[in-house]
């Protein structure tokens, strides 16, 4: 079975048991300031997992394209990637166990086809100190399940990751617990970890063995489940959220979740039991045009096609929701995916049209599922060509300063700054001191390495503290911008015409901010009206309060959404209106949270300001605004 037929499959499958199929979130969350990226299939989920009733009722299923930026750099081995699938069905209070890991086990084995042979499970091993129990149940679940299949599964008790690579796995052992730190789940991490309030629970995950893989020791001594070397590759993982944290230690909810994720990329990749992802129906034939447009083999360009194919379909789907390359945020990681695109396509000797090429093999792998691949299509392959463009100039610009920068000896300070800078490649700007008849400093690759290890080490600190459940924007300072941020779109739609189409947002405790479509910088006379037209209505005390809709109900209704944004059949509609006034100022799709009446944002004497208007990127602008002391 094929990575799309596994998606659809999937998706039947569930329906097939009451769940309803949601649209995929866009990759760039909606206010959200917790993360630039839709990180994993649960994300978009958080506030329904908390309490909160879901449109579509208490069975979901979907399959939800995901980024994780912070790979970037991990990218050219067998199994990273930056941009991939996670397969998602949720209970929100309704099923929990006994229903989801022999549903769980009938798709992978039954529908997939994976020898259940190969399959190893884990569990939650308990804590004493809290109180909580050992997931006995998961575990006797999954070995009625393997007795049905004439697998004898005997348990072990793991403990710590590091304690697998003492004990290893012994004969027959098949369901393994582990701790906290593996078999867990809450936004922090371990259970020792988990936030106040916060809703948590045990997970059950699903590995596939390779046994054609050889354990490399470099991680530990003996391998098991939980171990690196890549014999084992985790496919699925089961969230049972039975728990919440109070000050006294972990109470049970009275609605317990499910959250599970399965990898559709892992799980393909185990159907074709060969753990090189970049093999499987869904990158293959991007490597196969790779081949062709370079005369060279997959085989001896292994990690130049491997980051190509991962980056551009990253790339491709970032186009898809709207996002632009640029220096700024989510285009900046955008814009360096593209890049180190075209920097291996140099490798591969792929200098001229590139992604024209390369872009529509992607959209074509796509576009049947996910009907907006299609509907975008020229504009991505636009938008992704015109920054090739561009950087083939900014390349140019790096030829230039060579002769500046380098001197008589090419050292590692001046690669680093060409590479950092300049986006110039490391074997071009040595191939052009070649060219030159220039020195290359014996420390040159030390020295470069060290700059780019610091340089990775700023972008790991700045990362951290990005998103673990996305709870961040919901106080009661983030709820007044967030309701700010309706009223304005409304007031620069007034002023500035219906062309106006909300592009992004960032919402924290500080500001608001927000883009949109509009082709030029705005006048300060533009600006003084919309802030005007924000603080009248915020005066008036507009009432906040939302209804669902049947989708195209909402649409035909007038009711404004966020450009890249796709629905399911039900959503939620904020309502902003006066009480003696027939129609809202504000009518907008979205999830919430937001204040009960406008007059909130000006306690304390608070008033609208609008603080900088700028350029986000071509034909979109940026509003940073606050709500200020009056005078």
């Given amino acids: 079975m094929d990575s799309q037929k596994i998606r659809q499959s999937y998706i039947d499958f569930f329906n097939s048991h009451g769940h309803k199929t949601i649209a995929r979130a866009p990759l760039v969350p909606y206010n959200d300031p917790t993360t630039l990226f839709t990180g994993s299939g649960m994300q978009p989920l958080i506030p329904y997992l908390l309490g909160e009733p879901h449109p579509d009722g208490e069975r979901l299923v979907n399959s939800q394209t995901c980024l994780r930026a912070q790979d970037i750099?991990?990218?050219?081995d067998n199994r990273h990637t930056t941009f991939f699938e996670m397969l998602g069905n949720w209970s929100l209070g309704d099923y929990f166990k006994k229903e989801q890991i022999p549903w769980l086990f009938e798709f992978l084995t039954d529908k997939v086809g994976l020898d259940p042979n190969k399959l190893y499970v884990t569990c939650y091993l308990g804590n004493p100190e809290f109180n909580i129990p050992k997931d006995n149940e998961s575990a006797e679940i999954w070995e009625k399940l393997f007795s049905s299949k004439n697998i004898e599964a005997k348990t072990a008790d793991i403990g710590s990751e590091e304690a697998g690579y003492s004990r290893g796995i012994n004969p027959?052992?098949?369901?393994?617990?582990?701790?906290?730190?593996?078999?867990?789940?809450?936004?922090?991490?371990?259970?020792?970890?988990?936030?106040?309030?916060?809703?948590?629970?045990?997970?059950?995950?699903?590995?596939?063995?390779?046994?054609?893989?050889?354990?490399?020791?470099?991680?530990?001594?003996?391998?098991?489940?939980?171990?690196?070397?890549?014999?084992?590759?985790?496919?699925?993982?089961?969230?049972?959220?039975?728990?919440?944290?109070?000050?006294s230690g972990f109470i049970p909810l009275q609605k317990p979740n499910v959250d599970f994720g399965g990898g559709?990329?892992?799980?393909?990749?185990?159907?074709?039991?060969?753990?090189?992802?970049?093999?499987?129906?869904?990158?293959?034939?991007?490597?196969?045009?790779?081949?062709?447009?370079?005369?060279?083999s997959y085989d001896s360009h292994t990690v130049s096609m491997r980051v190509i194919a991962d980056h551009l379909r990253a790339a491709t789907f970032l186009a898809v929701d709207g996002v632009t390359p640029s220096n700024k945020e989510q285009g900046y990681v955008m814009r360096r995916l593209v890049r180190r695109a075209i920097r291996f396509a140099f490798e591969l000797g792929i200098e001229q049209n590139f992604l024209e090429q390369i872009v529509p093999v992607i959209t074509n792998l796509y576009q049947e599922d996910f009907p907006e691949v299609a509907a975008s299509r020229d504009k991505v392959i636009d938008i992704l060509v015109k920054e090739e463009k561009i950087f083939r100039q900014t390349l140019r610009k790096g030829l230039n300063e060579f002769t500046r920068l380098v001197g008589d000896k090419l050292s590692g300070q001046?690669?680093?700054?060409?590479?950092?800078?300049?986006?110039?490649?490391?074997?071009?700007?040595?191939?052009?001191?070649?060219?030159?008849?220039?020195?290359?400093?014996?420390?040159?690759d030390q020295e470069f390495e060290k700059l780019m290890n610091e340089q990775k080490s700023r972008s790991q600190t700045a990362a951290k503290g990005v998103f673990k459940g996305g709870l961040g924007g919901h106080t009661e300072q983030h709820k007044k911008y967030h309701t700010a941020t309706h009223l304005m779109y409304q007031a620069l739609r007034n002023v500035l015409g219906d062309h106006v189409i909300q592009r992004g947002s960032n919402i924290t405790q500080e500001r608001?901010?927000?883009?949109?479509?509009?082709?030029?910088?705005?006048?300060?006379?533009?600006?003084?009206?919309?802030?005007?037209?924000?603080?009248?209505?915020?005066?008036?005390?507009?009432?906040?309060?939302?209804?669902?809709?049947?989708?195209?109900?909402?649409?035909?209704?007038?009711?404004?959404?966020?450009?890249?944004?796709?629905?399911?059949?039900?959503?939620?509609v904020y309502k902003m209106i006066a009480d003696n006034e027939e129609k809202p100022f504000s009518f907008e799709i979205c999830g919430g949270p937001h204040v009960e009446h406008t007059l909130e944002l000006a306690e304390g004497n608070k008033t609208f300001k609008i603080i900088k208007e700028e350029s986000s990127s071509a034909g979109i602008r940026r509003i940073k605004a606050c709500l200020l002391p009056a005078g």
């Fill in 414 to 444: 001046a690669i680093f700054k060409l590479y950092d800078t300049y986006g110039f490649p490391v074997e071009l700007s040595k191939e052009e001191a070649f060219k030159r008849d220039l020195l290359v400093e014996d420390n040159a």
């Fill in 172 to 247: 027959n052992e098949r369901i393994f617990y582990y701790d906290g730190k593996k078999n867990w789940w809450s936004r922090s991490g371990a259970e020792t970890d988990t936030p106040i309030g916060d809703p948590c629970g045990p997970d059950t995950e699903v590995f596939y063995e390779f046994e054609n893989v050889i354990h490399d020791t470099k991680w530990g001594e003996k391998c098991h489940p939980n171990c690196d070397c890549g014999r084992f590759l985790e496919i699925a993982n089961s969230v049972f959220m039975a728990y919440k944290r109070t000050d």
């Fill in 264 to 296: 559709l990329e892992r799980i393909a990749v185990a159907a074709i039991n060969d753990p090189d992802v970049f093999k499987i129906s869904l990158i293959k034939p991007i490597i196969e045009k790779l081949e062709t447009l370079s005369s060279k």
């Fill in 73 to 76: 750099e991990e990218v050219g």
């Fill in 512 to 572: 608001l901010r927000f883009d949109f479509s509009h082709p030029e910088k705005m006048t300060p006379e533009e600006i003084k009206q919309v802030e005007d037209i924000v603080n009248e209505q915020i005066k008036k005390d507009l009432k906040v309060s939302y209804r669902e809709f049947p989708t195209q109900d909402a649409l035909d209704l007038g009711a404004l959404g966020q450009f890249g944004d796709r629905y399911g059949d039900r959503v939620k």
